[in-house]
């Protein structure tokens, strides 16, 4: 891992430590240094699509976060025991949702690739469902399954379980963001070369000790890029908390609170600036960590095929845990498949089409060709950003590389409501620097196309961190003589770039368009302070569902919206596999 | 590079037709040319901004436009615009959110000709909100959890403290909820202005509260779900969801007197289109108009004494209403919402 390991003595010499670099990989400093000019350009444009997605909105919240009220919950938060305890429920339930999470996800992710089972399409598609999770309906789902009233619960057990607060929020966050983790180790472990198993097979190891002692450490870098990810993913969630949170406050229903409450936007900022600090702590952490870990196994050498693991000490326990969770994700979603042909949901359980007629003909059509066609324009460009950003951050860039790979991840980890006022103060009004106008007003019933040029911004920048972080824990893997070798016979690095790193992080791309076209379609509490006349998102309006307490609605349009993305997933997937590159899979 | 970008390219381009097709049909308002739209915040329930707006279009022939916030989501993208403003008129919410538009300066007074026929504790003297409807607090339980329990509905605020109730009663947090703060007021209002001893009240009912939801009408799900046996809210929500199919639902008030919220109707400061703004909210206060929230199951009092008051709604003769000062309420509120979280919310249930 040079290249990663020179990135961080770079920015932080401090740290440095010798790089005990395996021979043959001396040279890639050197091919990096030599930077050619269509790089410079790339990182310049990067920056600066970065710097209007998200530079500008953060900034402007900073600002009101220093303002004086601001200021004022700052210092509360140091000094008020309260706070001290919703920062210390922050940090827990985001410790808690990177591990669990992080660890379902390599189970069925492990299970899908390499352990020998019927089923694995269902599989695969079951660990998938569960992106398109829009808000509040896994939440309410589990109310009516767990809840002191639960189907199962009290219906089946007699128990007035209690899942408001922590448990409850683990459970929920844990089942709903674990597919990203799922990609990420599905990725990683298709592209593992299988003759380092074999070697180590060969050596009598048993396959317990390969799984442990070859193949996980070989997905460290997978490991500790979920565990970021669901940490400040599930830090930053709103809906959740909001619905399940009980008496456990959270920062980001903290700040919520404070907008909507409070009408005070700079203590809402305030207290989102909190939620920035332990995601960056993690964020340096998990990079200095994982870049010691040598992680190299797409070499460009010919490599067999993994044969399926049958040995019952691994099989049978993943297997069954595998399953029973796969029965939760089953149980909960059919609850809001139902959910959608009762009548009142939980309570009275006639059967009816009413809410999806309401759902199909009323004002529901309309907010599904909007949203549908915002979240198409996002996804491509939220895709390819996160693959290019990957790509300079781990390859071409040196310095600058933690801060653009940094500032790449803000978007998901400052919670929606503050980004989404931070939208508001940027793009409602005109942009102006130093006077000259850059950019007319994008946000707003006022301002072109509606507003949505806004509303595709915020998608974009949402949903590229999921991409990014796929492409770089899969370029992590591919081994740089691979680009070398292009580079070496004369193609510019734009090109090796588009010819040979693209399709070899195919399915990091793929998993970066699903999960930004999922994202985009899910994405509720950014969305509220940008909505206009003109545009109507989906998810406001299962919201506004919920609000009135017709969870038969809300539920029917989940169902729709969940129909909508896994249809269009599988659509971007035949696009991207048959059409774009042609069945140039470089992955074995 | 051709073969790769173009599909991609296509796909965009798709999208962006598809948008630019969606795009103009939102603001059909221009493209008739008789008169300017009016664009409203509406903080109301969806089908009810939906019917207000084309209603007041085949009234007036004046074109509207809405988009739903809620009353801090409202003054939160207000400050977000500054002086260009992109809405008009501000429909519904309680009006302290207005008073809290209007500590920011986005609310240019208004007197209405047909604020004449509301009565004065339902509109401001110097015209900053006016009232459209009223909304009584009240106790909405579940009749099959109080059966298990062994209680009665309660008919009064002591009646909560019944230990019968522990973690069976649900109401929102006053900080994130104007429904929580309105019963918080309330109780100070009731115990004459007394701060702790309200807050003593809240201490004392803490270990019955199963959770302090964020959204005001949160409870009342609850209740109809049967995670608790009552919730804290407004009378016409609790109808609502009795409308909506819990049947197992029934609305009791406290008899030593209850909260009510007013639900405003302002001019924003700065409209682009201040004439047809004042025409909304001219039209807003009329009996036709007010009539229509009960049709889409909007169960709120109309303020104005010609609309017509239907089943579902409380009859506000029949309860015992506190009298509230809503600019007093409004001025105490970050205080005394800071005491209810460092007093109340974090002790220990018993």
Redesign the interface.
């Known amino acids: 891992m040079t290249t990663t390991l020179d990135t961080v003595a770079g920015a932080q010499p401090a740290l440095a430590t010798p790089p005990v670099a395996p021979p043959g990989r001396r040279s890639s400093p050197r091919t990096r240094a030599r930077a050619d000019r269509g790089v410079v350009a790339l990182g310049l444009a990067v920056a600066v699509v970065l710097a209007f997605l998200v530079g500008y909105p953060v900034l402007n919240l900073l600002s009101a976060a220093f303002a004086p009220d601001g200021l004022e919950v700052l210092r509360r938060i140091v000094t008020e025991p309260t706070n001290h305890r919703i920062v210390l429920n922050t940090l827990v339930l985001g410790l808690i949702v990177g591990v669990v999470g992080t660890l379902i996800g390599f189970l069925f992710a492990f299970a899908q690739v390499r352990v020998a089972f019927r089923g694995k399409r269902a599989l695969h598609l079951l660990a998938m469902v569960p992106i398109v999770a829009p808000p509040f309906a896994v939440a309410t789902a589990v109310i009516t399954l767990f809840g002191r009233n639960g189907a199962i619960s009290n219906g089946i057990f007699g128990i007035k379980g209690d899942i408001y607060g922590l448990s409850g929020l683990v459970l929920v966050l844990s089942l709903s963001f674990f597919p990203v983790a799922y990609m990420n180790f599905r990725g990683m472990l298709q592209s593992l070369d299988p003759s380092l198993d074999e070697a180590a097979s060969g050596l009598g190891a048993t396959k317990l000790r390969i799984l442990l002692s070859v193949t996980v450490p070989m997905l460290v870098p997978g490991f500790a890029g979920s565990f970021l990810l669901l940490f400040v993913e599930s830090i930053a969630d709103l809906a959740n908390p909001l619905v399940l949170g009980g008496d456990y406050t959270v920062l980001s229903s903290r700040a919520y609170l404070a907008v909507t409450g409070d009408y005070n936007t700079s203590a809402g900022a305030a207290y989102s600036l909190t939620i920035l600090l332990p995601a960056l702590l993690v964020f340096l952490v998990q990079r200095y960590w994982v870049s010691k870990r040598s992680v190299v196994t797409v070499t460009g050498k010919p490599t067999g095929h993994s044969e399926q693991i049958r040995a019952a000490s691994i099989r049978v326990p993943v297997l069954v845990i595998v399953g029973a969770l796969s029965a939760l994700i089953v149980t909960i979603y059919l609850t809001v498949l139902a959910g959608g042909f009762m009548k009142v949901p939980g309570v009275n359980n006639e059967l009816t089409l009413d809410h999806f007629r309401f759902v199909l003909t009323g004002i529901g059509s309309k907010a599904m060709r909007d949203t549908a066609a915002l979240a198409l324009i996002a996804a491509p460009i939220a895709g390819v950003l996160g693959m290019l950003i990957a790509w300079l951050v781990v390859r071409k860039l040196r310095r600058t590389s933690a801060l653009l790979d940094f500032v790449g991840m803000l978007g998901l980890a400052v919670p929606g409501t503050v980004l989404g006022i931070g939208y508001a103060l940027s793009y409602i009004t005109p942009t102006v620097f130093f006077g000259v106008q850059v950019l007319p007003a994008l946000a707003g019933g006022t301002a072109a196309f509606s507003g949505g040029i806004a509303i595709v911004m915020v998608y974009i920048t949402r949903s590229l961190p999921s991409g990014q972080r796929a492409g770089i824990s899969s370029l992590n893997q591919i081994h740089p003589a691979i680009e070398e070798a292009s580079t070496s016979l004369g193609a510019a690095s734009g090109t090796t770039f588009r010819k040979v790193t693209l399709p070899l992080i195919q399915s990091a791309l793929v998993s970066g368009l699903t999960f930004a076209f999922a994202r985009s379609m899910t994405t509720l509490s950014p969305i509220v302070f940008l909505t206009t006349p003109g545009l109507k998102i989906m998810t406001s309006q299962i919201l506004a569902e919920v609000d009135s307490g017709r969870f038969g609605n809300a539920f029917a349009y989940c169902t729709v919206l969940i129909v909508i993305v896994l249809s269009l997933i599988l659509l971007i997937n035949l696009l991207v596999r048959k059409v774009i590159f042609r069945g140039r899979t470089h992955s074995r | 590079?051709h073969?790769?970008t173009v599909?991609?390219t296509l796909?965009?381009a798709?999208?962006?037709a598809?948008?630019?097709g969606?795009?103009p049909?939102?603001?059909q308002g221009g493209a008739d040319g008789s008169s300017d739209p009016v664009?409203f915040i509406c903080t109301p329930?969806?089908?009810w901004c939906?019917l207000v707006a084309s209603e007041f279009t085949s009234a007036t022939g004046i074109p509207a436009?809405?988009?739903?916030?809620?009353?801090?989501?409202a003054?939160?993208?207000l400050?977000?615009?500054?002086d260009?403003p992109?809405?008009d008129a501000w429909f519904g919410g309680g009006a302290e959110?207005h008073l809290?538009a209007d500590e920011?300066g986005f609310i240019e007074p208004y007197t209405s000709p047909n604020a004449d026929q509301i009565a004065d504790e339902y509109k401001d003297a110097d015209g900053r909100w006016t009232g459209v409807y009223v909304g009584a607090l009240g106790f909405c339980s579940n009749t099959d959890?109080l059966d298990e329990i062994g209680a009665d509905a309660p008919e009064s605020w002591d009646d909560l403290l019944d230990p019968a109730f522990k973690s069976n009663v649900a109401m929102a947090?006053p900080?994130?909820?104007g429904t929580a703060y309105q019963a918080l007021w309330t109780e100070v209002d009731l115990n004459d202005g007394d701060q702790d001893a309200a807050l003593d009240y809240f201490g004392e009912l803490h270990s019955n509260i199963?959770?302090?939801s964020?959204?005001g009408?949160?409870p009342?799900?609850m209740a109809?779900?049967?995670?608790?046996a009552t919730g804290v809210i407004f009378a016409q929500?609790c109808q609502?969801?009795i409308n909506?199919?819990?049947?197992?639902l029934t609305t009791t008030f406290p008899e030593e007197g209850t909260g009510y919220e007013v639900g405003a109707v302002s001019l924003l400061a700065n409209a682009r289109n201040p004439e047809g703004a004042k025409a909304f909210i001219d039209w807003t206060l009329t009996a036709e108009a007010q009539d229509l929230a009960a049709t889409v199951?909007s169960y709120s009092v109309p303020t104005n004494p010609d609309a017509t008051i239907t089943d579902d709604m409380v009859d506000l003769d029949d309860i015992t209403l506190e009298p509230v000062d809503i600019d007093a309420a409004g001025a105490a509120r970050?205080e005394l919402?800071a005491r209810f979280?460092?007093e109340v919310?974090?002790a220990p249930k018993e």
Do not use: I
């Open positions: 590079m073969r790769r599909p991609l796909t965009a798709v999208a962006v598809v948008l630019a969606c795009a049909s939102g603001g664009t329930q969806e089908d939906q436009d809405y988009v739903r916030l809620s009353g801090g989501e003054v939160a993208r400050s977000a615009t500054g260009t992109e809405f959110g809290a920011a959890v947090h900080g994130t909820s199963l959770q302090y964020k959204s009408s949160a009342g799900q109809g779900r049967g995670e608790v929500d609502k969801f909506e199919g819990f049947t197992n199951g970050n919402v979280d460092s919310a974090p």
